[in-house]
């Protein structure tokens, strides 16, 4: 899926700067803040790439500190157990199915994380 959005049904237009802005807000769970992190983040192909620590730190609690990898990766499986994001999600990328994302004009699609190269 290269070609823009196909919209069929009904969709609406998100802003990627307010998503990764609460995806750094600890108003909310743990696990939106994942679901926020791939919603500001994700790419023309729905692929949300960080670089290693990256959303551990963008996770991190209000004074700063670092929460453990595990509590990272407790909630990327309760936002996959919820499919808020899709099941090929990690750290590393955080994965938006097309069903629910979809992306034209800019960004790339490809993932490093994930072997992907459309282009
Ligand atoms: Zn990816």
């Known amino acids: 899926m290269t070609g823009g959005i196909r919209f069929a049904g009904a969709w609406g237009g998100i802003s990627q700067i307010e998503q990764a802005r609460m ?4 108003a909310h769970p743990l696990t939106y803040r994942v679901y926020f992190a791939a919603m500001g983040r994700a790419n023309r192909i729905g692929h949300a790439e960080f670089a290693e620590g990256e959303l551990r730190h963008l996770l991190r609690r209000p004074d700063g500190t670092l929460r453990s990898e595990s509590s990272i990766s407790n909630a990327i499986r309760e936002a ?24 034209a004009g800019k960004g790339s699609a490809v993932c490093d994380a994930h072997g992907i190269r459309w282009a």
């Open 23 to 26: 995806a750094k807000d600890d």
């Open 80 to 103: 996959k157990g919820k499919r808020l994001i899709h099941p090929d999600s990690g750290a590393r990328c955080l994965v938006l199915p097309s069903h629910h994302f979809q992306k």
